[in-house]
């Protein structure tokens, strides 16, 4: 049954079949009971935190770093062009992308794959093309 039908409207004998009723239900909030821990667990997960905390910061400061000096780098390039082309070079790039760009592939097409079915093998090779979500 598609998920659309539990909150459509009443049919107009005003007869729903409980769907939103179940609909409710569902979204209800369970009863849990809650879990004890002992005073070593606790500390053992707030150190666990801290330490993935820390992590997550190294990583984001060590990106930060290498986007600073990419920026720099950039910077750099646009200083050492001559002067006729410096102008050009500083100036954003507004084009759009090309919407027929060649995706890569997780490994190269083979022409022995290209039988006779030329047409349902190069379909078959694009449904595991990376980044797409037809895996």
Not at 31 to 38: I, L
Not at 48 to 75: I, N, P, T, V
Not at 94 to 103: D, E, S, T
């Amino acid at each position: 049954m598609q998920t659309a039908e539990y909150a459509a409207p009443a049919k107009s004998g005003g007869h729903n079949s409980g769907r939103t009723n179940y609909l409710l239900k569902v979204l209800e909030p369970q009863q849990t009971t809650p879990v004890e821990r002992t005073a070593a667990e606790l500390e053992d997960a707030a150190r666990r935190s801290k330490e993935y905390s820390r992590l997550k910061m190294r990583q984001h400061r060590a990106w930060q770093a290498g986007l600073s000096a990419k920026l720099k780098l950039k910077q750099a390039a646009l200083e050492a062009l001559p002067p006729h082309l410096r102008a050009e070079a500083a100036k954003p790039d507004l084009a759009l992308f090309p919407l027929n760009r060649q995706i890569w592939r997780e490994t190269p097409a083979t022409e022995s794959g290209r039988g006779a079915s030329g047409a349902a093998a190069a379909r078959a090779s694009r449904t595991r093309n990376i980044g797409t979500k037809r895996r």
